[in-house]
């Protein structure tokens, strides 16, 4: 059963190596397998198995302002695949004259 959106790539993705889990130190290690939880309680995201073809991202943390973490998934080498597509962003002003 497929879920979600089809992503036009200009080719199919592929990975020469898996992306490095990096942590500063062990409680940002727990920080961010806490939040992994927490994403995956709301259901959010799956957990599935290995296989062929499958793209890995990273993921980190950046702090928000009331003192919680917010996950950042690091999608910058999968979006090298993606075709782009420009998108303008008409000033307000013109907004009226355009509803």
Avoid: C, W
């Avoid at 009331?66 to 910058?76: A, F, H, S």
């Amino acid at each position: 059963m497929a879920v979600g959106i089809q992503i036009p790539f200009t080719i199919f993705p592929h990975q020469a190596r898996v992306p490095p889990l990096t942590f500063h130190n062990q409680s940002g290690k727990v920080a961010r397998e806490q939040e992994i939880s927490e994403i995956l309680q709301k259901g959010a995201i799956l957990v599935v198995s290995p296989m062929h073809g499958e793209f890995l991202s990273s993921v980190f943390l950046v702090k928000k302002k009331d003192g919680g973490n917010r996950p950042v998934i690091n999608l910058k080498e999968l979006n090298s695949y993606v075709t782009h597509q420009h998108f303008k962003m008409e000033a307000l002003y013109l907004l009226k004259h355009l509803v």
